[in-house]
């Protein structure tokens, strides 16, 4: 099974294993609830998903595995990814405007019945954000890496284009952020 | 037909291609940079139909983000329309009564046929040839007419519901939708005489537009291009969805790379749709087509929700984040023919500009689904 | 050079295989509609712009609650009321109620998406389709209908 | 003297008539048969099944603006309908539409013919280059390398012809022709069995050279958006659009003339101007039949059927024809 794999190579890249699974064993234990504190910490904990690897069920979140990771591992998690023969589905982020922060989502997917989704997430100050472009690795990115500057103003480090892709040439906004007024 | 070229310094020339352009089919506006004929660069200028639907379903409760779906892609909007009430519904937790998910498989896969079939008439116009187009239409009218007796619209259909469907279908379109089938059976054979088997468009196809299996996944290529070049990946098969397990039919796969084999891979998936139809109307459980108990309002509870369906055109995400009130936190829309359309820069370097065109058509493009 | 022949061959074959569909279509009837001479029926399900259902003493059914309003994406439905006393007789008595009454119902039709929301959300079965659908002008104003005014002009 | 400029310029004014209403007309065919093929009415509202649809096409076109864009060579630009419509009549004086119709008899029609035809080449590349639109030069330039390479196999055509014929007066063509179906030039003799095989090629060129579908790569409508009138409105577009029909009525009767035994009857009955009219018609309809089935061929489909198909086989018979008519 190439989840297991995946799962393996993805765990590897936490130097410090130890906390980490021993809260995926709770989170997935505790189901909803877990996930419910981890995505909106305003009710009861303020700080945000501790990095590391979820196995998800499938069935009820759509994807198997959720990997949260600092900006300067995205390349490494990416590079597993890439060698395992996944394709790239999409580029997106989420403004968590509470915690002053924005997640880059990504998702990527196989082709062959040996079905994983994997989803990488990474986050970012919200008064600087910053991540490196995976377009090196993945030229479809660039598109959705554009997409994504557009919409939230992250700067991909090392793109080679980014400029407006759906916006306007010289739109100096970006309408996803929470805080956009039009 | 790629040949040598030798750019002498200063002599191409930047070739506007769109936003106003009949072989665009819409407004995307390529950047062409060309030596003669051939392209040297291409770069491609999205946004001139770009709406923000991602924001407006930030702003607009569940029920309310339903018609702006058909509006993502007006040629196969029902597959959209399905992966979204599927996000929500596995979101909320919402049962599906089975009669109104076999409904929803039957019309989709209508709407697949119809989109195919505008896409067929759209690509060999492309090529030059205007008659098909008209056949094709006429065939995609009979569609058309069927769904609006049954949804209440030709195109931007706003006919499912979180657990259900709008309403439910009647004996008058089981009939018509039974006597499609043998008449749309009976259509692709003259399309295969008069396209298919025709030494011009045979020609003008055959090993031109080369899309690797590799380059595919680098740009995350779904649906039929990723098929015409050898990959087996359909998210009905590969991630059922729906009641599409229950089905049997087949996904044709093409290893030739080219355009032609994106072309035979459509016209084959309009015979496996219809065998979809032909099973799902013998299969049509009797039932109530929304569930008995579904919530007033829909509140997912709070969680990162996602969704592939298998559209007409590829593989369309939907992801859902939901912070467990009426309006999604975050609503992303990963739209195939985005990822696929990435890949035209790249593939038509060194084309000539014909070519390149004719390549630009057999991805399918519809560009209010890449702006969105 | 026999390959060369036989794909001249096969190519000229083809060709006349395309045109003896085309000659074979030509002399079959034509299958569009003469539009503005001669028009389709809408079907029974098809959705045009709404319009409200009177009782049968001709007032409109609704009562103003705006549930349409509120259910509407764009925002096109803008509805205004008044309450009115009326007496009604209950156990012999007359006792005064209050009800509300419809005073405007504007749809402004330049922004509606015809999803057909309003009239699902709808408790008191006080809205529909119309048929209408060749409607056309070159002026914003003519589509804001005041479907208030519609009603009573249909019962006219 | 004067008699004989008179007759000139009436015959002129009678070719630029037939000229037109041909124009005018094989349009209104053309727009009528590709909505027959498919299957809608066509051009059906004005005027009894759309017979006036010409007239009041002439007439908006009359009336709109002539838009020279800026930076546009206008000399070049005004020039270009011009020279399109203007060789297509000239052609129509030399064509013998029967035995006592035609303008002016020559003992080289045949030549004149192709002189003329060569003329609308130099039309659209003038058109292309001086309207200073990118895709009007690239259709130009595909249009000339077109036509050049479809004249080659034409007129190696034309002279096997002439070669068997002796002549190259349109009128002892026909003549040459007469009495019916055998002997017509279509129909393979003991001198000549490569005939059908000619008169296939014969037909494909014309084809290219009115840049007609499926070879009209010079207008080419999914890539170059018009082409070479890309630019061009009002007037100037129609005098485009004339041209090429009557470019079309040309080049039918001239296969009329060479193949099919000009005003001929098939069985040898009433020879007269009406049998002429009936051929040429009837391909024009084949051509317009032509037109609404094929898809486009490409620039280089459409040289390599030239240069390797068109072009050998038409030298073969060449010389396979001189060689039998030294043995015959």
Request: with cysteine.
């Amino acid at each position: 099974m190439i989840k297991d794999t995946v799962l393996q190579s993805l765990r590897g890249l936490f130097p410090d294993p130890e906390p980490v699974v021993e809260e995926i064993v709770t989170e997935a234990a505790e189901g909803d609830e877990a996930e419910g504190e981890k995505k909106k910490p305003a009710k009861k904990k303020k700080e945000p998903r501790n990095n590391g690897v979820i196995e998800h069920d499938y069935a009820q979140y759509g994807y198997d595995i959720d990997v949260q990771l600092d900006p300067g591992e995205l390349l490494a998690a990416v590079m597993i990814i890439d060698k395992a023969g996944f394709f790239l589905e999409s580029v997106t982020g989420v403004d968590w405007i509470k915690e002053e922060q924005l997640e880059v989502v990504y998702d990527f997917s196989r082709y062959d019945f040996d079905t994983c989704r994997v989803v990488i997430r990474t986050r970012t100050p919200r008064a600087k954000p910053k991540v490196p472009t995976i377009s090196k690795i993945y030229p479809g990115a660039n598109w959705h890496e554009r997409e994504t500057h557009d919409f939230f103003g992250i700067k991909f480090d090392g793109h080679p284009h980014l400029v407006p892709l759906l916006l306007p040439e010289d739109a100096d906004f970006h309408p996803l952020l929470k805080d956009f007024k039009p | 037909m790629s040949g040598p070229i030798h750019i002498q310094p200063g002599e191409t020339f930047i070739l506007n291609v769109g936003p106003q352009h009949p072989a665009t089919h819409g407004v995307l506006r390529v950047k062409m940079e060309m030596d003669g004929e051939y392209i040297v660069k291409a770069e491609t200028v999205l946004g001139y139909i770009h709406r923000m639907h991602e924001l407006m379903g930030e702003n607009r409760t569940y029920p309310q983000v339903l018609p702006n779906l058909s509006r993502l892609d007006y040629l196969g909007a029902l597959g959209y329309t399905h992966g979204h009430v599927l996000a929500v519904e596995r979101a909320s937790g919402i049962e599906v009564p089975e009669r109104a998910e076999y409904i929803r498989v039957i019309t989709v896969e209508l709407n697949r046929v119809a989109s195919h079939l505008f896409w067929f008439g759209a690509f060999v116009m492309d090529l030059g040839g205007f008659t098909p187009l008209m056949y094709a239409i006429e065939d995609r009218e009979y569609i058309l007419d069927m769904l609006e007796a049954v949804t209440g619209s030709r195109l931007t259909y706003c006919y499912y519901r979180f657990g259900g469907l709008y309403n439910d279908i009647d004996d008058e379109f089981i009939d018509r939708a039974r006597a499609f089938i043998p008449r749309m059976r009976k259509s692709l054979k003259k399309y295969d005489a008069l396209v298919t088997g025709n030494i011009i468009f045979r020609k003008r196809l055959e090993g031109i537009g080369p899309i690797s299996a590799e380059m595919c996944r680098k740009y995350g290529a779904t649906g039929p291009v990723a098929r015409g070049s050898g990959i087996n990946f359909d998210v009905r098969k590969n991630e059922p969805y729906s009641v599409y397990p229950e089905f049997d039919f087949d996904v044709p796969v093409y290893d030739e790379c080219d355009s032609l084999a994106r072309y035979y891979v459509r016209m084959e998936e309009m015979e496996q749709s219809l065998r979809i139809i032909e099973q799902g109307l013998d299969k049509l459980p009797e039932g109530p087509i929304m569930p008995k108990k579904k919530p007033k309002l829909i509140k997912p509870p709070v969680g990162d929700y996602y969704q592939a369906v298998e559209t007409a055109r590829g593989s369309f995400g939907i992801r859902i984040v939901s912070d467990g009130t009426k309006n999604a936190y975050r609503f992303k829309l990963r739209s195939p023919t985005y990822s696929n359309m990435s890949l035209f820069d790249e593939a038509c370097e060194g084309m000539m500009i014909m070519d390149a065109l004719a390549l630009m058509g057999s991805l399918d493009l519809v560009i209010p689904e890449i702006d969105r | 050079m026999g390959a060369y022949f036989s794909e001249i061959f096969r190519g000229l074959q083809s060709l006349a295989i395309g045109l003896g569909i085309t000659f074979k279509e030509f002399f079959k009837p034509v299958v569009t509609v003469p539009y503005p001479y001669e028009t389709i029926k809408m079907s029974e399900r098809f959705r045009g712009h709404i319009e409200l259902i009177e009782n049968e003493d001709g007032t409109p059914k609704c009562v103003a609650c705006g549930m349409c309003q509120r259910a509407c994406p764009s925002g096109c439905i803008s509805l205004a009321s008044k309450s009115v006393k009326y007496e009604v007789e209950v156990k012999g008595e007359m006792k005064t109620k209050k009800k509300k009454v419809l005073t405007t119902y504007d749809l402004n039709f330049t922004t509606c998406s015809l999803c057909g929301q309003c009239v699902e959300s709808c408790n008191f079965d006080a809205i529909t389709f119309s048929k209408e659908y060749n409607l056309a002008s070159d002026r914003k104003e003519d589509f804001h209908f005041d479907l208030l005014n519609r009603l009573e002009e249909r019962n006219s | 003297m004067s008699l004989t400029i008179l007759n000139a310029v009436i015959a002129v004014v009678i070719a630029i008539a037939f000229a037109a209403l041909n124009a005018a007309y094989l349009v209104w065919a053309e727009r009528r048969g590709a909505g027959r093929i498919q299957r809608r009415p066509g051009p059906n509202v004005n005027g009894p099944l759309g017979l006036l649809q010409p007239p009041a096409d002439g007439l908006k076109l009359m009336t709109k603006q002539l838009i020279i864009p800026g930076g546009a060579d206008k000399a070049l630009f005004m020039v270009a309908p011009v020279l399109a419509m203007a060789p297509a009549i000239m052609s129509f004086v030399t064509i013998p539409f029967s035995e006592n119709i035609v303008a002016r008899s020559m003992n080289i029609g045949v030549l004149m013919i192709f002189a003329f035809a060569s003329l609308g080449a130099m039309s659209i590349l003038l058109a292309g280059w001086g309207s200073r639109n990118k895709y009007g030069v690239m259709a130009a330039v595909r249009a000339v390398s077109q036509n050049i390479s479809y004249e080659i196999p034409m007129l190696i055509t034309v002279i096997t012809i002439v070669m068997m014929t002796g002549t190259m007066d349109l009128k002892e063509l026909v003549a040459g022709q007469s009495g019916g179906i055998w002997n017509w030039n279509l129909v393979p003799s003991l001198s000549s069995p490569l005939m059908p095989v000619a008169f296939l090629i014969f037909f494909i060129c014309t084809l290219a050279e009115t840049n007609r579908a499926p070879f009209d790569l010079g207008e080419a409508e999914s890539e170059l958006v018009a082409g070479f009138h890309t630019e061009y409105g009002s007037m100037g577009f129609g005098l485009f659009f004339m041209g090429e029909y009557a470019n079309i009525v040309i080049g039918a009767s001239l296969i009329t003339i060479l193949f099919l035994g000009g005003w001929g009857c098939p069985l040898g009955l009433f020879p007269g101007v009406w049998w002429f009219l009936l051929k040429i018609y009837l391909l024009i309809f084949s051509f317009i039949w032509i037109r609404w089935t094929f898809p486009r061929t490409t620039i280089y489909g459409l040289l390599n059927l030239s240069w390797k198909i068109l072009i050998p086989i038409s030298l073969f018979n060449l010389l396979f024809t001189a060689g039998l008519l030294k043995v015959f």
